[in-house]
């Protein structure tokens, strides 16, 4: 089904500019939300679905909203893919790649590792009194953390790091801008080659890492399916925890009396991590066509219909999150969709919630004595000398500026 480049008979048509969304997507999202759940946005050539229920029911008929969107910007970057096939081909290759992110795995193959990079880390940098916890800090540890799950192990963590950053760009290029398409292609093809060299070895000497599970699947899984959905891995397994990482600091450090209660109850840390993903969700939307005529939000949209399922505005949807647009760890739970739903629930997400939650912030906040954000930063204030949030297909700080009790 070839896919439909126009607005849907009957929906309404919303002028966003990409420049807004990238500063602050969200006060488009509540206008959405309040008046066009469903819209065509020109500058975005997809219909956005942005009510929290519509999403749900959306993720949970993927024979209607198929992840396979033909032209897309993620197949156009790394190929075909995991995260752009349905079942039965995105299950067989999904079973290839999960084991070594399954929770006992985290806990019991990588846990140690994550740490001990995290205190050299923390070494580097514990004597200067001030520091980017992005730059220094959370980049180089998810990315040298998910270099060793993938059995990258020639690849450096900037290797990892900058070829997610140029990956990423290729995503969330609705601009298309050529150079960084250029950026994108250099970034795939140096993965093409140090996945070829990792699976040689792999299929030698087996490491419990993701390419090594995919080589001795039970089913045959070609390399090329390998270095497409190691490239996937990468650009998500970067930015996810990166991006959380920054933003729950962030959120800690503006709000002095809720840190002191999570460092008084370290158990506390995973519901900051949940309620980090569902404040600012790194990732912001992912595409659906449809495969067949549906009705959605009021609105009956033609079989090839593209639509894109705005998870960070279902994650601010406040007939869902009272309050929607705070920070607050103690909010009722209910489950976020910052890690997708459905045979798509993001499978780095117990890497992440393990590697942030139970190693990342509780060494920061514990070895960084005084710790507190630069000089000029204010409670509301995300473009400061502090840092800068940035993005709406991908959202986070790109740098948190910090000091602290020199050691």
Same mark, same amino acid.
Request: aromatic share 6%; glycine share 8%.
């Given at each position: 089904?070839?896919?439909?480049?126009?607005?849907?008979?009957?929906?309404?048509?919303?002028?966003?500019?990409?420049?807004?969304?990238?500063?602050?997507?969200?006060?488009?999202?509540?206008?959405?939300?309040?008046?066009?759940?469903?819209?065509?946005?020109?500058?975005?050539?997809?219909?956005?679905?942005?009510?929290?229920?519509?999403?749900?029911?959306?993720?949970?008929?993927?024979?209607?909203?198929?992840?396979?969107?033909?032209?897309?910007?993620?197949?156009?970057?790394?190929?075909?893919?995991?995260?752009?096939?349905?079942?039965?081909?995105?299950?067989?290759?999904?079973?290839? +790649? =999960?084991?070594? @992110? #399954?929770?006992?795995?985290?806990?019991?193959?990588? /846990? !140690?590792?994550?740490? %001990?990079?995290?205190?050299?880390?923390?070494?580097?940098?514990?004597?200067?009194?001030?520091?980017?916890?992005?730059?220094?800090?959370?980049?180089?540890?998810?990315?040298?953390?998910?270099?060793?799950?993938?059995?990258?192990?020639?690849?450096?963590?900037?290797?990892?790091?900058?070829?997610?950053?140029?990956?990423?760009?290729?995503?969330?290029?609705?601009?298309?801008?050529?150079?960084?398409?250029?950026? +994108? =292609?250099?970034? @795939? #093809?140096?993965?093409?080659?140090?996945?070829?060299? /990792? !699976?040689?070895?792999? %299929?030698?000497?087996?490491?419990?890492?993701?390419?090594?599970?995919?080589?001795?699947?039970?089913?045959?899984?070609?390399?090329?399916?390998?270095?497409?959905?190691?490239?996937?891995?990468?650009?998500?397994?970067?930015?996810?925890?990166?991006?959380?990482?920054?933003?729950?600091?962030?959120?800690?450090?503006?709000?002095?009396?809720?840190?002191?209660?999570?460092?008084?109850?370290?158990?506390?840390?995973?519901?900051?991590?949940?309620?980090?993903?569902?404040?600012?969700?790194?990732?912001?939307?992912?595409?659906?066509?449809?495969?067949?005529?549906?009705?959605?939000?009021?609105?009956?949209?033609?079989?090839?219909?593209?639509?894109?399922?705005?998870?960070?505005?279902?994650?601010?949807?406040?007939?869902?999150?009272?309050?929607?647009?705070?920070?607050?760890?103690?909010?009722?739970?209910?489950?976020?969709?910052?890690?997708?739903?459905?045979?798509?629930?993001?499978?780095?997400?117990?890497?992440?919630?393990?590697?942030?939650?139970?190693?990342?912030?509780?060494?920061?906040?514990?070895?960084?004595?005084?710790?507190?954000?630069?000089?000029?930063?204010?409670?509301?204030?995300?473009?400061?000398?502090?840092?800068?949030?940035?993005?709406?297909?991908?959202?986070?700080?790109?740098?948190?500026?910090?000091?602290?009790?020199?050691?």
């Amino acid at each position: 089904m070839s896919p439909l480049t126009t607005a849907a008979p009957g929906a309404p048509v919303v002028d966003l500019d990409l420049a807004d969304l990238r500063r602050d997507p969200y006060p488009a999202y509540a206008e959405l939300r309040r008046t066009a759940p469903l819209a065509w946005v020109p500058s975005v050539g997809r219909h956005l679905l942005t009510r929290y229920e519509d999403i749900v029911h959306a993720e949970k008929l993927p024979e209607v909203f198929s992840s396979r969107e033909e032209g897309s910007l993620l197949l156009r970057t790394v190929g075909p893919n995991m995260l752009r096939e349905d079942d039965p081909n995105h299950r067989r290759l999904r079973s290839a +790649a =999960e084991p070594p @992110t #399954r929770p006992r795995q985290v806990r019991d193959l990588w /846990a !140690a590792s994550f740490e %001990r990079t995290a205190h050299e880390l923390l070494d580097r940098i514990a004597g200067r009194g001030e520091a980017d916890l992005i730059a220094d800090f959370a980049e180089p540890l998810v990315a040298a953390n998910l270099a060793l799950v993938l059995g990258l192990r020639t690849a450096s963590a900037e290797d990892i790091a900058d070829w997610s950053r140029a990956m990423m760009a290729g995503n969330s290029n609705y601009a298309d801008d050529p150079d960084i398409w250029l950026r +994108a =292609e250099r970034a @795939t #093809r140096a993965i093409e080659g140090a996945v070829a060299e /990792a !699976a040689e070895t792999a %299929r030698r000497e087996p490491d419990g890492s993701v390419i090594s599970s995919m080589i001795h699947a039970a089913g045959p899984v070609e390399l090329a399916e390998i270095q497409n959905n190691v490239k996937v891995i990468i650009g998500g397994g970067v930015n996810e925890p990166r991006d959380v990482f920054g933003v729950g600091a962030w959120a800690l450090l503006n709000r002095p009396g809720v840190l002191d209660r999570v460092l008084a109850d370290p158990a506390s840390w995973k519901r900051v991590f949940e309620e980090t993903a569902r404040w600012v969700s790194p990732i912001g939307m992912y595409p659906r066509q449809l495969t067949q005529e549906y009705e959605i939000a009021g609105v009956t949209l033609p079989a090839g219909s593209r639509v894109a399922l705005v998870i960070a505005s279902g994650n601010r949807d406040e007939a869902v999150f009272e309050r929607a647009d705070e920070f607050d760890i103690d909010r009722p739970h209910r489950p976020h969709l910052a890690f997708g739903g459905g045979p798509h629930f993001c499978m780095g997400a117990w890497v992440a919630r393990h590697e942030v939650s139970a190693i990342a912030w509780p060494l920061v906040f514990s070895r960084l004595k005084g710790l507190r954000l630069a000089e000029g930063a204010t409670a509301s204030d995300s473009d400061s000398a502090a840092g800068r949030m940035d993005g709406w297909v991908f959202r986070g700080l790109t740098s948190l500026n910090v000091t602290w009790q020199a050691a």
